[in-house]
């Protein structure tokens, strides 16, 4: 079946440092990947995504490249900023919409 | 545009009852997601529908768990009699068709705990 490995947290930084999470994942087709991201009592919220190997999915900042021949899709950021402190999923989705997602990776950034 | 609306927030149930949550979506998404997050773990897939009909319910736990959508739009999820670990945040998700290139857009969940 389908899964989403994500590097565990959580993971703290200093306010202007550059970020990566990464994500791998397995599955049989050829799915479509991305990441959303939860702030502090929030829902979750798409962030970004990519529909096919090579593809940059990118917004806020944040950018993700869909790598086929290495099954990852890792989420980097050049400089962050204390407000993009939050939760990060990685997921795939196949065939009809339905997704898998990972656990989630805490980022807290500190000023 | 209003967003994937669910009620209540919060609940609190005693175990072996019941309870029912409820999901407004997106005007216009033919397609409705329920995911049960269970805390420190991503969403795991309940029920998807397409339209008023369901695409994927191959694990939601059928026992306790029944979830409808009724015309289409606005969904209800139930859990008869409920259990400890069913202890969670039920989120509900839409998205303009059901195909693997579309994100979801979540409600702000529902947390559920039983005691």
């Known amino acids: 079946g389908n899964s989403v490995t994500q590097m565990e947290g959580p993971v703290t930084l200093s306010e202007e440092a550059f970020l990566t999470i990464n994500c791998t994942y397995t599955?049989?087709?050829?799915?479509?990947l991305f990441w959303y991201v939860q702030y502090p009592g929030e829902g979750l919220q798409l962030l970004l995504k990519?529909?096919?190997?090579?593809d940059k999915g990118s917004n806020k900042g944040f950018e993700a490249t869909y790598r086929k021949e290495t099954t990852s899709f890792h989420l980097e950021k050049g400089s962050v900023q204390v407000s993009d402190s939050a939760v990060y999923f990685c997921a795939l989705s196949e065939g009809a919409g339905k997704s898998t997602f990972g656990d989630g990776t805490t980022l807290t950034v500190k000023p | 545009e209003a967003g994937v609306a669910q009620s209540p927030r919060y609940k609190i149930i005693e175990k072996r009852q019941s309870v029912a949550f409820w999901c407004n979506p997106i005007s216009g998404h033919a397609t409705l997601y329920w995911y049960q997050q269970i805390l420190g773990q991503g969403p795991k897939l309940l029920i998807q529908f397409q339209n008023n009909g369901v695409v994927d319910d191959s694990q939601l736990p059928k026992d306790r768990f029944s979830a409808e959508r009724l015309k289409g739009v606005d969904s209800t999820l139930k859990i008869q009699p409920a259990k400890l670990e069913d202890s969670a945040v039920y989120l509900c998700a839409s998205s303009l068709e059901g195909s693997r290139d579309y994100g979801y857009t979540f409600g702000s969940g529902t947390r559920l705990t039983v005691v």
């Open positions: 990519a529909t096919k190997a090579d």
């Open positions: 599955a049989t087709g050829y799915p479509s």
